[in-house]
Nanobody, 123 residues
Framework: QVQVVESGGGFVQPGGSLRLSCTPSERAFSISDYAMGWSRRVPGQERDIVAAVDWSGASTIYANSVKGRFSISRDNARNTVFLEMNSLKPEDTAVYFC??????????????WGQGTQVTVSS
């Protein structure tokens, strides 16, 4: 299965913003036919999906905890998926993972995950 690579994590104060990016590690692989998603994992807890986008970018879905603050988007021409995170809270601190869907829509689940990027929100 194709691997994806996340970038853009870091340290930010509460109320701040970060933008995460995700691209395939194999340049020959195109994400354009797959749904994409972002999940996060807090130490000691399971990984939870926070946002997903269908293959075209026309349809998105968010976890209630991030709705109105996070925005997922994709640029198929650049083979990249983004997660714009605004109004960050300490409880958003987690390792964030990008995922490749098993089909064009997220209802099919996700089959490949990246290694993750750490996001820390603290004053």
């Amino acid at each position: 299965q194709v691997q994806v690579v996340e970038s853009g994590g870091g340290f930010v104060q509460p109320g701040g913003s970060l933008r995460l990016s995700c691209t395939p590690s194999e340049r020959a692989f195109s994400i354009s036919d797959y749904a994409m998603g972002w999940s996060r994992r807090v130490p000691g807890q399971e990984r939870d999906i926070v946002a997903a986008v269908d293959w075209s970018g026309a349809s998105t879905i968010y976890a209630n905890s991030v709705k109105g603050r996070f925005s997922i988007s994709r640029d198929n021409a650049r083979n990249t998926v983004f997660l714009e995170m605004n109004s960050l809270k300490p409880e958003d601190t987690a390792v964030y993972f990008c995922a490749v869907g098993r089909g064009r829509n997220w209802e099919n689940g996700f089959g490949s995950w990246g290694q993750g990027t750490q996001v820390t929100v603290s004053s």
